[in-house]
């Protein structure tokens, strides 16, 4: 009877919080917020659970040579923005910094990071740092504001099934190859 | 007195409600996870808790029991902490009584030792942990003597990243705890980060970890002033985990390693 007993909590715990994990992750070289040429990682994960819905993101992007700047590409009602910071960024051309939940950034091909796949993933940058404060140890850099979007190949990097879930390592941030 | 940049940087961990004082390694579990995240950015850190456990003793008798009461059966001894975290979180967060006077102030003087240091700090709140944070850093900015809204040298905290808040729910929102106190005019911007998943149960207030939808918790905390001076940003985060799992995995995600690294380097 124990037995049964238990192997109906076993099941009932696995239907509730049964899942599969997944991390994406996608590479490019382009021009980084000065004009140089540098790495990008951009990661997400994705919790697929057996009943009910899936969770994802943010979406991590990682800069090779610039290991302080982390900058996030979240769900929002505009899509899956990045949205700048006062005080840290602002628009190409402009002396200011932009305001409070200013769009710097975005993932076009896709409305929410629970739909986004393996593949073609574009992202438009509009913002570009601004110079660093006393605090900051490091200038921020991202990828260059462009009109034209980044096209990253994203791929399935890991894919695991838990009774409870697992949180999944991210990438490292990238090497730096010539500061 | 104000604050040195080129001085250690100080993260002040502050945990949620314990199964007991062994469980009270939030600050190595803090430094493992920068660690695992920071490569090698150029930056001296050390972190550090502030405990208020034993304040809270006699009220967690009634959850160890509970975790005991769990452990006899297989499945209790997996999920026993997290249900004794969030249950404890919810119940003990709506008291404001002398005990939680008693560790707002402790809080408040240890943010000060540090910043007569010379040390800049930066908070990293959990669960309830992040009601009396809350409540220190605006009674701070309030009492007119720090927060210079034209000098982060004159600030005793850099930044808050608050994970697993229950500051969202109905039962927080008594009298001045509806929005954030504003800054007043100047160049500088405070940085909080709400990260939360959407199936933690102590966020959402749903026992049953109902996915939680929508985009804003922290962020409507915001006055709406333009001299506020607040960067409030809610972030949805996928810790891997569901129902009671997800309410302790924060202290596991790249994600909030990559948040807290970003935080504590500007």
């Known amino acids: ?179 | 007195m104000a604050v040195d940049p080129s001085m250690t940087r100080k993260v002040l961990v502050v945990h949620g409600v314990q199964s007991g004082p062994d469980n009270l390694n939030q600050d190595i579990l803090i430094d493992d996870l920068i660690k695992s995240r920071i490569g090698n950015v150029p930056i001296s850190y050390a972190c550090e808790l502030y405990k208020y456990e034993n304040l809270n003793a006699e009220a967690l008798e009634k959850y160890k029991n509970l975790l005991d009461l769990l452990a006899v059966i297989p499945i209790g001894q997996t999920i026993g902490d997290a249900l004794i975290e969030m249950v404890g979180d919810v119940v003990i967060s709506l008291e404001n009584g002398k005990t939680a006077q008693f560790i707002r102030e402790g809080m408040r003087q240890k943010i000060l030792e540090i910043y007569t240091a010379g040390n800049p700090c930066y908070i990293v709140a959990h669960s309830l942990g992040t009601i009396y944070t809350f409540d220190v850093l605006n009674s701070l900015i309030g009492d007119g003597e720090h927060f210079d809204p034209g000098s982060r040298k004159t600030w005793p905290i850099q930044g808050l990243l608050t994970l697993g808040s229950p500051i969202g729910l109905d039962m927080f929102k008594i009298a001045g705890r509806n929005s954030v106190r504003d800054f007043g005019l100047g160049n500088e911007w405070f940085r909080w980060l709400n990260i939360w998943d959407p199936n933690d149960p102590v966020v959402s207030g749903n026992i049953f970890g109902q996915h939680l939808s929508g985009f804003k918790i922290a962020e409507n905390f915001l006055s709406g002033d333009p001299k506020q001076g607040w960067v409030i940003r809610d972030i949805s985060v996928d810790t891997g985990k569901s129902w009671l799992m997800a309410h302790t995995a924060y202290w596991h995600s790249p994600v909030v390693g990559d948040k807290l690294v970003d935080m504590i380097t500007s």
């Open chain 1, 1 to 179: 009877m124990t037995r049964i007993n238990l192997l109906i909590i076993t099941f009932a715990l696995w239907v509730t919080a049964g899942c599969t994990n997944f991390l994406y992750q996608g590479e490019i070289s382009a021009p980084d917020s000065y004009g140089k040429e540098r790495h990008f990682v951009l990661y997400w994960t994705k919790t697929d659970p057996f009943i009910g819905m899936a969770k994802a993101g943010p979406a991590i992007l990682l800069t090779e040579c610039s290991n302080a700047t982390r900058l996030d590409f979240d769900d929002q009602p505009e899509g899956i923005v990045f949205r700048g910071e006062p005080g840290r960024d602002r628009l190409p051309g402009q002396t200011g910094s932009v305001a409070l939940n200013q769009i710097c950034g975005k993932i076009t091909n896709y409305s929410t990071l629970k739909e986004a796949l393996a593949g073609l993933l574009t992202v438009v940058i509009y913002c570009q740092p601004m110079p660093k404060d006393d605090f900051a140890v490091q200038s921020r850099n991202y990828l260059a504001a462009s009109p034209e979007p980044y096209n990253f190949q994203i791929i399935e990097k890991q894919k695991k099934w838990s009774f409870f879930g697992e949180t999944l390592e991210g990438p490292p941030v990238p090497d730096c190859r010539q500061q």
